[in-house]
């Protein structure tokens, strides 16, 4: 791993709270560790709450995206972010970021050019991740994976990274939860290299409402999956 690599961690953040804090120094942590320069870059999604100043006093750098959604949020942190290499994670501690280490390596040595936490390879605390969740992850990304022509297993998976000369070639337009999806079939359509690598859940370390309406956004992939431009696939 380059000692040098500029690496910016990426962080979806809607009031959030004290969790927001926590993983601000966690992914500090990850960067000292592995003795990589970089950054760690909050997306406030329009927090009510004390998120950005919490991320703030951790050392972070704050940008607000106000339009609300997953997708939204992520896309503005993308934008913003000034790493070489670029680290998508949860912002609500379920993820261990000593993860984005492998994930670091793949993408500085160039071997692809996304990489993609898969869960079901990494594990997961129990009660981590209700059953019903399981099953649904599991179904929507079996339809994705036959309709995109794509071996990833965890469509979802909330912690994920992306070499930043790969971004310019992606067009990415959803704001809610299925930008998980859409980021991988767009760069599969792209033919860009996408690797995976384990993954590991953890129930969250603080007290937190989860952002996650399964039947809605579950209903939103599926809509997704359907309407995405077929050309190449």
């Known amino acids: 791993m380059e000692d040098k690599m500029l690496v910016s961690v990426i962080l979806p953040c809607l009031n959030e709270g004290e969790a927001a804090g926590q993983c601000v120094r966690e992914a500090f942590e990850f960067l000292r560790e592995h003795g990589l320069s970089g950054e760690v870059l909050l997306v406030d999604n329009g927090s009510e709450d004390d998120s950005a100043a919490r991320a703030l006093s951790e050392g972070a750098r704050v940008v607000p995206e106000m339009r609300r959604g997953y997708g939204a949020a992520l896309r503005r942190g993308l934008a913003a972010g000034r790493g070489d290499i670029l680290l998508l994670a949860d912002c609500d501690t379920t993820y261990d970021y000593a993860d984005f280490a492998e994930m670091v390596r793949i993408l500085a040595t160039n071997e692809a050019d996304l ?52 971004l310019p070639r992606l ?50 992939h599926v809509s997704f999956i359907c309407s995405f431009p077929k050309s190449r696939f």
């Open 115 to 166: 990489v993609i936490g898969d869960r079901f390879a990494g594990g997961m605390e129990p009660g981590a991740m209700p059953l019903s969740h399981k099953w649904g992850v599991r179904f929507l990304s079996m339809l994705a994976r036959k309709r995109f022509s794509v071996q990833v297993r965890d469509f979802h998976c909330g912690i994920r990274g992306l070499r930043a000369d790969a």
């Open 171 to 220: 067009e990415l337009r959803t704001d809610g939860m299925e930008f998980a999806t859409e980021l991988i079939a767009e760069a599969s359509r792209k033919d860009l290299r996408i690797a995976q690598v384990p993954a590991h859940l953890r129930q969250s370390r603080c007290e937190r409402s989860s952002k996650l309406h399964a039947v809605r956004d579950g209903i939103r």
